[in-house]
């Protein structure tokens, strides 16, 4: 995955008359809106060349910005700059994340104001995601898993690792697994990042009925860059990964280098731990 950068390209005030708003005169009559949008990407290559091709054109993205924003009218400012923030992210790959702001300085407030406006800050992460199956023909049940997501805009970079049998995690008595690893960069927050992911396991016909227990097809998510997060429905780093190895080897193949954020080891280190307390044992 691409290294985090703090170059930066700034376009401020772009003027746009467009239709967006909650009442019927402004969609049907239009305003004013202006844009910033602040665009993280490396700049190196184009401050080392002087080079156009390797550059991010900022007047195409300020097309890119007009012309999204004059598409079909969205009763909230906050659903526009949504779309907009994921066309620049989907048509200029460089842009690792983009912070816009859309403000309504004609807005319909019956009170003396300067403009209302709203600020979202949306990006690539870099996720990696456990697979297993061990119901079905379970390779081809995480290969439509794998080609479902590449169906999705909102993911990109996909790569998966081989795949390996396992015994049964848990002490159900089941059959073998299938285990993989996929890597993928998102925009979406891990919230709706783990609802897709149960959406395409409910896809594979997955039920939640035995904990450990057989599943078509099985989720989970290991890392999101390096977050932290601990809540009722979501734990992030996953909270035994450490202790599964069908969990860490194919995770090694994909990232060796990739540091666990609160065990503070690689996942080449948590492996060869992991491996020899198993040998010891």
Not at 6 to 21: F, K, N, P, S
Not at 27 to 46: C, I, M, N, W
Not at 75 to 93: M, V
Request: hydrophobic share 35%; net charge negative.
């Amino acid at each position: 995955m691409s290294m985090r950068t703090t170059d930066e390209i700034r376009i401020q005030d772009l003027e746009v008359y467009a239709y967006h708003g909650v009442f019927e005169e402004e969609q049907r009559e239009g305003q004013r809106f202006y844009v910033d949008a602040v665009l993280s990407t490396d700049l190196r290559q184009a401050g080392s060349s002087d080079r156009l091709e390797d550059a991010t054109d900022y007047g195409a993205v300020c097309h890119t910005i007009y012309e999204t924003m004059r598409e079909e009218p969205c009763r909230l400012i906050e659903r526009a700059a949504q779309k907009t923030a994921e066309a620049i992210l989907l048509t200029y790959p460089d842009v690792r994340a983009v912070t816009l702001e859309i403000k309504k300085p004609e807005a319909p407030i019956d009170l003396p104001f300067s403009c209302v406006s709203v600020r979202i800050e949306r990006g690539w992460h870099s996720v990696y995601v456990a697979l297993g199956s061990n119901m079905g023909d379970r390779q081809a049940l995480i290969s439509e898993a794998v080609v479902h997501l590449k169906q999705e805009n909102c993911c990109r970079g996909i790569r998966v690792s081989d795949l390996i049998e396992t015994a049964p995690y848990g002490g159900v008595e089941q059959e073998d697994f299938l285990n993989g690893v996929l890597e993928m960069e998102t925009w979406l927050s891990p919230f709706q990042l783990l609802k897709l992911l149960q959406e395409t396991e409910r896809r594979a016909g997955r039920e939640r009925s035995i904990r450990w227990g057989p599943r078509t097809l099985d989720m989970d998510i290991l890392f999101y860059d390096d977050l932290i997060l601990e809540d009722i429905e979501l734990t992030i780093p996953h909270k035994d990964m450490a202790n599964r190895i069908f969990v860490l080897k194919p995770l090694c193949q994909l990232a060796p280098g990739k540091r666990h954020p609160v065990l503070k080891q690689t996942v080449e280190e948590l492996l060869t731990r992991l491996q020899t307390n198993m040998g010891s044992g």
